[in-house]
C-alpha cells in the first residue's frame, strides 16, 4: 500500500481513499515531448495516442478516474481506459481517440487527469 503521509480528511464511505491529480501539456509532435505537474504518479506516451500512467505506489482498487483532454484546436477527442493494474504493475493505459481511432494529441493540447483510488483492503 500507498505509504505516505496524505493530506486529511477526505469524507467517503470507502476506506482511505486517495485522488491524485495530473495535468500533461503536449509541447512538441513525436513521443516523450510532455510536460507534467503531478505528484504520485508519472505519464508517458506509449505510441501515439496511448499514455501510459504509471503510479508510484500500489493501490487496492482504482475506483474512479476522469481523464479530459483540451485542445488546442477544435476536436472531437474522448479518452478511454485500456487497462489498469493499479495493484500489480501500477499502471493505467488509455487511449485518446477520434471518432474511435488513436489519435496523437496537438503541440498545446492538455490532459487532465483525476483518479481516485483505494489505499486500504479493510
Same mark, same amino acid.
Do not use: H
Given at each position: 500500500? #500507498?505509504? /505516505? %503521509?496524505?493530506? !486529511?480528511? =477526505?469524507?467517503? =464511505?470507502? /476506506? !482511505? $481513499?486517495?485522488?491524485?491529480?495530473? @495535468?500533461?501539456?503536449?509541447?512538441?509532435? &513525436? $513521443?516523450?515531448?510532455?510536460?507534467?505537474?503531478?505528484? &504520485?504518479?508519472?505519464?508517458?506516451? +506509449?505510441? $501515439? &495516442?496511448?499514455?501510459?500512467?504509471?503510479?508510484?505506489?500500489?493501490?487496492? #482498487?482504482? =475506483?474512479?478516474?476522469?481523464?479530459? @483532454?483540451?485542445?488546442?484546436?477544435?476536436?472531437? %477527442?474522448?479518452?478511454?481506459?485500456?487497462?489498469?493494474?493499479?495493484?500489480?504493475?501500477?499502471?493505467?493505459?488509455? +487511449?485518446?481517440? #477520434?471518432?474511435?481511432? $488513436?489519435?496523437?494529441? +496537438?503541440?498545446?493540447?492538455?490532459?487532465?487527469?483525476?483518479? %481516485?483510488? /483505494?489505499? +486500504?483492503? =479493510?
Amino acid at each position: 500500500m #500507498a505509504n /505516505r %503521509l496524505f493530506k !486529511q480528511f =477526505l469524507y467517503s =464511505l470507502e /476506506r !482511505q $481513499p486517495v485522488v491524485l491529480n495530473a @495535468v500533461v501539456t503536449v509541447t512538441g509532435e &513525436g $513521443p516523450n515531448t510532455i510536460t507534467t505537474d503531478v505528484k &504520485g504518479l508519472e505519464v508517458a506516451v +506509449s505510441d $501515439p &495516442g496511448e499514455w501510459t500512467i504509471t503510479l508510484e505506489d500500489k493501490y487496492q #482498487a482504482l =475506483l474512479n478516474a476522469n481523464i479530459t @483532454v483540451q485542445a488546442a484546436t477544435e476536436a472531437d %477527442l474522448t479518452t478511454q481506459i485500456k487497462s489498469e493494474d493499479v495493484d500489480g504493475a501500477k499502471t493505467i493505459v488509455f +487511449s485518446t481517440l #477520434a471518432e474511435a481511432t $488513436p489519435t496523437a494529441l +496537438s503541440t498545446g493540447d492538455k490532459i487532465y487527469i483525476t483518479l %481516485l483510488l /483505494r489505499n +486500504s483492503s =479493510l
